[in-house]
């Protein structure tokens, strides 16, 4: 297999070295930004190509990591060139293997190859490649299992179908994480606190909540007052609320109440489903 990549980014850059690293063959870089395809192809002791033809005419599989607005740009440049018996893959976590119309009629295989992992620096995150769990979809599925398991990385596949739930998947945990901890800090703000203060406060809550749920799982990680049924204090919680966060927090809690009725089938929770209801 000789690996080229379209895009000199972090995904495309770390995937790289992380090939390279294994034992993998990566021909090269092209991208847009010339720079970039430089540095990235220094960092893989491969090639910096300087158009589209000569990685492709190189390259028997092909990672477009670009920007996923790109992606569907690049394909049609490069669906105009020889492109039969290569494996064409993108790195998106929304967009699917589809993407690459009509690639299966020209004799290629194609693949979404998404790694579960925030990538966030091109010349360090390629480390954390290596446990990462990277979900794949597209004919070319086997093949890309085969190449990251060897490179010590986990994957499941899904289909095309559910590529917008995979992703939603993601970004509840990733990105709403973000902005209800952005919540908390603002809230503690609001008691006094420096906004310094409020992070470094809240950040042991952050990590070891964090810490229990991958340990144990949501339902046994779960604590706080939906865990306990404690109408009480979730009503004084709402009082600091205006409505629009109340409906937020009451949405929230619901979903709190439902692994707590896992954890605790026997209490009834009527009372306390009956008020969140009227809130959301």
Known sequence: MKIG?????KVGTSLGK????????????FSKTPQHAEQAAAFTQSQCF????????ASDTLFVTTPDGVIGRMWNDMAALPIKSKCICHCSGALPSSVFASAEELGARVCSVHPL???????????QLEGAFFTLEGSGSAEMAALLHACGAQTATIGAADKARYHLAACVVSNLAV?????????LEQCGFTAEQAQQALTPLILGNAQAVCAKGPRDALTGPAERGDLGTIR????????????????????????????????DDTALRTYLEGLS
Request: hydrophobic share 40%; charged share 20%; aromatic share 10%.
């Open 179 to 187: 902005g209800l901890s952005h919540w908390g800090m603002q809230l």
């Open 18 to 29: 992380l090939f390279v690293q294994h034992g993998m063959t990566v021909t090269g870089y």
């Open 50 to 57: 300087s158009s589209l033809d000569d990685v492709m005419n």
């Open 5 to 9: 990549f379209i895009g000199a980014g």
């Open 236 to 267: 004084s919680h709402m009082a600091c609320l205006n409505r629009e966060d109340q409906a937020l927090y009451a949405l929230l809690t619901r979903k709190l109440c439902d692994l707590a009725q896992e954890k605790h089938p026997d209490r």
């Open 117 to 127: 992992l925030a990538v966030s620096d091109r010349f360090s995150s390629w480390e």
